[in-house]
């Protein structure tokens, strides 16, 4: 039954985005050229704007973006923001004080995400015990890329998130 709730809580996640996208693609349809108001849709470009939200509600929070930024396929971008935004939200909830670093860094042939806090930490086990489904989701987006994705508290204390997403030749086109 456990399994089973959160597997409806992730489709319930995943059909409630997917609405939203198609109702703000209706949105364009349906306006007139000069009236079109497009909702940005998140993505890497909006990290600083959601670390100084962060920063805001109480964690400290510094932003590294390493190699060379390139158009991202919006699917790939509004996924890595969400990695970063869910890891952020589990620090700020999970780590007590603490001090978070968020680290994208474009390679060659992946986008790589790092999000660790030095907070008090919580295990994968209890984070889901909680009852949201942020890890659970964060696996599922990662997982649609084939990437790779490591969670759970770090050796020197907090928590960290690993996610590495391919970019296949193709997919570095905008």
């Known amino acids: 039954p456990e399994l089973a709730r959160e597997a409806l809580g992730s489709i319930e996640t995943a059909g409630r985005q997917a609405l939203g996208d198609i109702e703000r693609m209706l949105g364009i349809l349906r306006a007139p050229d000069e009236a079109v108001q497009v909702d940005v849709q998140p993505g ?27 158009p991202l396929p919006s699917s790939l971008d509004l996924t890595a923001y969400r990695i ?39 295990t994968p086990a209890v984070a889901s015990a909680s009852g949201g489904r942020g890890l659970l989701g964060m696996r599922e987006r990662v997982a649609t890329f084939r990437g790779e994705l490591e969670a759970g508290p770090r050796a020197e204390g907090g928590f960290g998130v690993r996610a590495r997403l391919p970019m296949a030749g193709d997919a570095r086109q905008a």
Request: glycine letters at 10%.
């Open 44 to 70: 890497l470009g909006q990290l600083e704007t959601l670390c100084a939200q962060v920063r805001e509600a109480g964690l400290p929070v510094d932003l590294a973006v390493e190699g060379e930024t390139r």
């Open 84 to 122: 970063v935004q869910e890891a952020l939200t589990n620090s700020l909830k999970h780590a007590g004080k603490a001090r978070a670093t968020v680290t994208v860094r474009y390679e060659d042939d992946a986008l790589a995400i790092e999000v660790f806090d030095d907070g008090r930490g919580v």
